[in-house]
């Protein structure tokens, strides 16, 4: 077998300049694991490099599988003990022969994970009089180890993050322990303390490849270029197109790096794309254009022509979203498994009226790499606080939420409040009333229905969206929240419980009650229809995903949901370098469709319990009109504008445009913070260490300024 066979020019042109630094710039669709497969091939068998001499690493073990097996494939022989893995797992390999070699440690360590990193933080913080939030600590440990700027807040805290880290680090030291961030560092140390074991490993690993270049980190990066300094011989494959995951750490600098570093290296690049038709690669070209200081590349259809991306800039989501369920149906017809059509979106919350559309239409589907949105946790515990507080005789409700938060009711307790239930014939909630004790627990119980007695009678006097910022506030379910959640997830899960709310303003326009109760009835009972009832044993399912979730994929079908301004890209996006991020998930989710690219936007959409109304997104803005094809039975302006936001607001709220750097001011949802930089009408706010530094406009309804 010609290990050449079936490569195209570019591609021969990657597998046999074997010497010296090589940058290869791969396309989305062109091929990179083909090379850099056939590549380590060809230097085993047309070479007669000895595979040990070989280092080659990756992000995924999934990743480092699949290069295993193709080679194995191209040249029959067993590859499970080459060094072909991931980053951290090479590091975890070294650390175990070289162990000796690191002051401090001995041999016989554990890696361990973020449950017992918790456990080591909590320990601390019991230990000490140190003010920390665990959780909190742990991610600001290991944005520290991996070299990620640190925010506003951050910054404030640094005196108490030094201590802390000083002692997690001595912990880990002296019971022989490493965390997930340390495989990397430590390796990094033991090399340069002990230059003879660097020295060993450079003459080793004679050949070194670097597969998804474009998302290494600081560490990551100054690993490969310590082994790389003596052969020369690195390889790398990425496509700075496609560098999507800086909140991870990822540096699309280090591309930049690479160039400075190794100024005798070859680029070449891999524009023939084996995916997606002319059409959808035109776009895709035309979206990525507008991102200046890039390689430039020009990606070419090795398929035949196709039908034009379809944009469709509806005036309601609902519109929106029968336009995609319609053309679903239309294209499973046409003999396109469900599993072959992908509906992408920025944010887990956009998933949630998708969802309900499809349960209606009987389209089954599932969450890429996620929860339907009725199955997570924050909406499920929302649902279950509506069901008790409405009907007192749900005892598995009262089961769920009843130390959601924690309220140091213990089983014991809950036993005995059982055994009253059972001798009366009463629900749980009720026995509360029955239940004789003195005990904490019996007087959390009291506590715990007087709490729900009292939001029950508001419920006649207050829109249902607001009920759930009641709940939040009255429990203290968004306290417990901010306490336990890493920001980011608590960002995260607060948007769904936000989204929520939309389905609460949706009914009372919906349902024909006569009260808000038998209103909150009815919807309820229609909740318990939606949630679970989506085949998840399925394996012919139409995907719903975020645009990185589904990174590397590819689909016959795809559509592009609520390409929106001030949701794709993100309202919080105001640098340049953010922005240019934004546009590159853009080009992402253009170049996973093989076949067909449907792009849409809705000119109102109910958002976090209200109405807002937007313009279509800078990204379809920027898209010659030529290459796309409109959808457009309104007449619709397709013409950019800015986003008109409307937010109810309260009364006493004035809404500010006055905002100047220093001043204080309030957001309903983020609290009270300080403008810390402004540029015109876009200023950053400091806000509490949960929500740190935002991006707002100071014109924003939601903003008043104290």
Not at 466 to 495: A, C
Not at 519 to 548: F, G, I, Q
Request: hydrophobic content about 35%.
């Amino acid at each position: 077998m010609n290990l050449l066979d079936g490569l195209n020019e570019r591609q021969k042109e990657a597998v046999i300049n074997t010497e010296g630094p090589i940058m290869v710039m791969a396309g989305a669709g062109s091929g990179k694991t083909k090379v850099l497969t056939t590549r380590i091939s060809y230097l085993i068998k047309e070479l007669g490099v000895n595979p040990y001499n070989i280092l080659a690493v990756t992000f995924t073990n999934k990743a480092a599988n699949e290069m295993k097996e193709r080679i194995a494939k191209n040249l029959d022989m067993d590859t499970k003990w080459m060094w072909i893995s991931t980053f951290h797992s090479f590091c975890a390999r070294v650390l175990r022969d070289e162990i000796d070699n690191l002051e401090g440690y001995r041999r016989g360590f554990q890696i361990i994970d973020d449950d017992d990193q918790l456990k080591i933080l909590k320990e601390i913080k019991d230990d000490t009089e140190l003010d920390f939030r665990p959780k909190e600590m742990s991610k600001l440990i290991s944005k520290y180890k991996n070299d990620i700027k640190f925010n506003f807040f951050e910054e404030r805290n640094k005196d108490t993050f030094n201590e802390v880290n000083k002692k997690y680090s001595d912990y880990l030291v002296k019971n022989n322990l490493f965390d997930f961030d340390d495989l990397i560092l430590k390796t990094i140390e033991l090399f340069k303390k002990n230059p003879n074991v660097l020295e060993r490993y450079q003459e080793k690993f004679q050949y070194i490849l670097v597969d998804e270049f474009q998302d290494t980190n600081t560490p990551q990066y100054n690993l490969v270029f310590m082994l790389s300094t003596r052969h020369h011989n690195i390889f790398i494959v990425g496509d700075d197109f496609q560098s999507i995951y800086s909140f991870r750490g990822a540096k699309i600098e280090n591309i930049r790096r690479f160039k400075n570093d190794f100024l005798e290296h070859k680029l070449i690049l891999l524009e023939k794309n084996y995916r997606s038709t002319t059409e959808i690669l035109n776009l895709a070209n035309d979206c990525i254009t507008h991102n200046p200081n890039q390689i430039k590349k020009v990606l070419e259809s090795n398929n035949k022509s196709g039908k034009k991306p379809l944009y469709y800039p509806a005036k309601r989501t609902a519109e929106e979203i029968a336009f995609i369920v319609d053309n679903i149906k239309k294209i499973n017809i046409s003999g396109v498994p469900y599993k072959e059509i992908a509906v992408l979106y920025r944010a887990n919350y956009l998933s949630r009226e998708l969802e309900d559309a499809f349960i209606k239409a009987k389209i089954p589907y599932k969450i890429y790499g996620g929860l339907s949105f009725f199955s997570r946790k924050e909406i499920k515990d929302m649902i279950a606080y509506l069901q008790i507080i409405i009907n007192h005789n749900q005892d598995f409700s009262f089961k769920r939420i009843i130390n959601e938060p924690k309220r140091k009711i213990g089983g014991a307790t809950l036993e005995k409040l059982a055994a009253v239930a059972e001798r009366m014939n009463l629900s749980l909630y009720d026995a509360i009333d029955f239940y004789e004790s003195k005990s904490q627990g019996a007087i959390n119980l009291v506590e715990f229905k007087k709490t729900i007695d009292t939001i029950y009678n508001q419920i006649e006097n207050v829109r249902l969206p607001d009920l759930i910022d009641i709940i939040l506030k009255e429990t203290g379910y968004k306290e417990e929240m901010k306490k336990e959640e890493d920001p980011d997830i608590f960002n995260d899960r607060m948007d769904n419980i936000q989204e929520f709310k939309s389905v609460l303003l949706e009914a009372e326009d919906y349902y024909e009650e006569e009260t808000k109760k038998k209103l909150l009835e009815a919807l309820l009972a229609d909740l318990t229809l939606r949630t679970d009832k989506n085949d998840t044993d399925n394996n012919d399912s139409v995907r719903l995903s975020t645009y990185h979730q589904v990174k590397g994929l590819e689909f016959d079908t795809v559509f592009m949901y609520a390409m929106n301004e001030g949701i794709f890209p993100s309202d919080m996006i105001v640098s340049d370098a953010e922005m240019e991020e934004e546009r590159r998930i853009c080009y992402v989710g253009i170049t996973r469709s093989k076949n067909h690219l449907f792009l849409s936007s809705s000119e109102s959409r109910v958002k976090f319990g209200s109405m807002d109304y937007f313009s279509e997104s800078r990204f379809i803005k920027e898209m010659k009109r030529p290459l796309l094809d409109i959808f457009n039975p309104y007449n619709i302006k397709t013409e950019f504008t800015k986003p008109q936001v409307k937010l109810e607001t309260k009364k006493e709220e004035k809404v500010t445009s006055d905002i100047t750097l220093g001043d204080k001011i309030n957001h309903k949802l983020f609290g009270d913070g300080v403008v810390v930089s402004q540029e015109g009408d876009v200023i950053k706010v400091a806000f509490s260490a949960k929500f740190g530094i935002k991006t707002l406009k100071a014109s924003h309804p939601a903003i008043r300024k104290l």
